[in-house]
């Protein structure tokens, strides 16, 4: 397939997402109806199945990852990262606690803290970038909400679980969390070194390859200038690379995540057909738990006076939760029961985001929001304008 080709189907894909998803709940619900005897007794399977294609779901969000700019960017951002991990870690989950006492089945009701306790999605950065906020620093909050997720989920889960009386083993809940997490993170950076780094650096090497990234438009001074112009190729070649191959990871991204859907809608066919107030509710209080993350996002902005790209990028972390990890350990430590929400909300995740994408010019005039580049350049022309002053004696 060819790569304009497989461009469209990406942007069809992306643009088409909710009508798929809805399309895949909608065809789901007879098949597992149909097939609940044979499901029943092969528990074990959907487990297996659910689990792997949870893992074939996140793993090419973790070669897009550049954790390789972790160190340099959180040093410039302290106060807006614990911030936005109080929105993350806090927030999130402690709204999701209140409003699961409401939900009557208690399977249910554990996977919906679950499904509000993982780490951001796969799709997080893409909004970001699309609302040209900052990326730097919605990675560094997407790494470290990875990290922190091996052990705010299993707390968060195991602690709502004793509350209503359930017993959740806490070891298998974080051994599935780990496998669902870090598998795909350790071999979607090994692929980005190999894919990505390693086929940058090659390129660089290759006399026979010319592109602008490798050309110099004057000879260096020095040495620093020479390593600094290597370093600046090497990040460009990167990035064509990464753009090169970014269509092929979406398509993969949101056909796994289809197909997960539709096994988890599956797994609970009869109880869905049975019981459909359960998915009227799960939406109806996640609709809930976004309007309270988008009130604190608001006011924490509005406090710490946060610059426009910064908003964009803590909002999208903060709003787009990964249900495929949801998925995955509510089906192994609970049941399938439990992954109910983690099926339902990427029906109004998507929604949500692009509404948020929609209203954020609003937002950046009614709380006067500005505009990291704006204030560099006025920064410029404040000192520029003050070493033309005349000296005073």
Not at 258 to 277: E, F, N, T, Y
Not at 334 to 346: K, Q, R, T, V
Request: proline share 5%.
């Amino acid at each position: 397939m060819g790569n304009n080709r497989v461009l469209r189907l990406s942007e069809h894909l992306r643009k088409y997402l909710l009508l798929y998803i809805v399309i895949a709940m909608i065809v789901a619900l007879p098949i597992g109806y149909h097939f609940a005897p044979f499901i029943k007794t092969h528990k074990s399977d959907m487990k297996d199945i659910i689990l792997t294609l949870a893992i074939l779901t996140l793993f090419p969000s973790m070669v897009q990852l550049k954790v390789e700019r972790f160190g340099s960017e959180i040093r410039g951002k302290v106060l807006e990262t614990v911030v936005g991990l109080i929105v993350i870690f806090v927030v999130a989950p402690v709204i999701a606690i209140f409003l699961a006492g409401y939900i009557a089945n208690k399977a249910v009701s554990i996977g919906f803290v679950a499904a509000n306790s993982v780490p951001a999605s796969s799709a997080s950065i893409a909004y970001v970038l699309l609302a040209e906020g900052n990326i730097e620093f919605a990675t560094i909050l997407a790494i470290i909400s990875i990290l922190g997720a091996l052990g705010t989920v299993p707390a968060y889960v195991s602690l709502y679980a004793k509350s209503i009386s359930v017993n959740v083993p806490v070891k298998i809940l974080a051994e599935s969390l780990g496998i669902a997490l870090l598998t795909p993170f350790f071999v979607g950076q090994l692929t980005r070194y190999y894919l990505v780094k390693r086929r940058a650096r090659s390129v660089l090497r290759n006399p026979d390859i010319d592109l602008p990234c490798k050309r110099v438009e004057k000879p260096h001074r020095s040495l620093e200038e020479a390593i600094s112009h290597i370093e600046d190729a090497l990040e460009c070649i990167e990035g064509r690379i990464g753009k090169r191959i970014k269509p092929y990871l979406s398509i993969w991204t949101m056909v796994a995540m289809l197909i997960l859907i539709g096994s988890l809608i599956a797994s609970k066919a009869s109880l869905l057909i049975s019981k459909p107030a359960i998915a009227g509710q799960i939406i109806g209080m996640q609709l809930g738990v976004y309007a309270v993350i988008i009130v604190t996002l608001i006011a924490v902005t509005k406090a710490l006076s946060m610059s426009y790209e910064d908003h964009s990028a803590l909002a999208f972390i903060a709003l787009t939760k990964n249900e495929s990890v949801a998925a995955a350990v509510s089906v192994m430590a609970i049941g399938a029961a439990a992954a109910i929400p983690a099926a339902l909300i990427p029906a109004i995740q998507p929604v949500i985001a692009v509404l948020y994408l929609w209203l954020l010019p609003a937002l950046k005039r009614i709380l006067k929001m500005k505009s990291a580049a704006a204030e560099k350049t006025q920064i410029k022309v404040n000192v520029k304008a003050k070493a033309m002053e005349p000296a005073t004696t």
